[in-house]
């Protein structure tokens, strides 16, 4: 959808069939993304009026054979990481472009977020480049799973969160391919994690204040476990980093 502000956004609706949660999940793992350096896209609350839902057809969702109009209200936005008329995005890069990324170093970055925010999907990413360009950029998108999806919980596994080819994970050779991203999360203040949920319209998560605090309280726990998740899956049958060496 083009907004206000004449840029694109991926809109995500408070009654997708996934989870009312997982609208707080992407605003507040995105800016907490961002805070650690990582490239996110930039995020926004996006104000869908009635009169556009009721005049616009394609704003329904499908779902079990039924169509049901998208909710206005506040929704979330992703923006669109390059202009349609720009550039290029793909969800998909064959491995032998991936040398053209140029910060494909930066997936190890956001192993370790997705390890700590417990992302109970694999790690999606968002391969553009502007026209002419030869050289894409990886964008992480689609946050919405972080946190257990709408479970908002933590059950931790070695292959939960994780990109689905080992490439992008080749030049790991040990704990300082995760700098500076690491020491960032476990140095990470308080206040910037609060920060970034006070951004979340509380319809987004039925008003559950409580929950919402044990949610980010535990967050803020696990910070000290996120070498040892991402040792686990280093020590799993995936076998992502053949290039580690033990110093």
Known sequence: ???????????KFQNN????RVLANE?????????IGLPV????????HDWLVEHTPDLSIQLAGQTIACRPGLQFGSQYVVDPLDGQVLDYL????LPRVRNLEAFAGILALDKWTCNANGRQAAFWRKSRERRYTATFIDQGYCFNAGE???PDSPLRGVYARNEVYAG??????????????ETLDENAVWRCAEAIPPPWYSSEWDALNKLLESLLKRRTRVRELIADFRKSSRQPFPNWREN
């Open 1 to 11: 959808m083009r907004a206000e502000d004449g840029h694109y956004y991926v809109v």
């Open 17 to 20: 069939p996934q989870h009312l």
């Open 172 to 185: 790991v050779t040990g704990w300082e391919s995760f700098e500076p991203w690491l020491s960032r999360i």
């Open 94 to 97: 064959p491995d032998l472009l």
């Open 27 to 35: 605003l507040l793992a995105t800016r907490i993304a961002e805070r």
């Open 152 to 154: 908002w919980s933590f």
């Open 41 to 48: 896209p930039r995020t926004e609350v996006i104000e869908v």
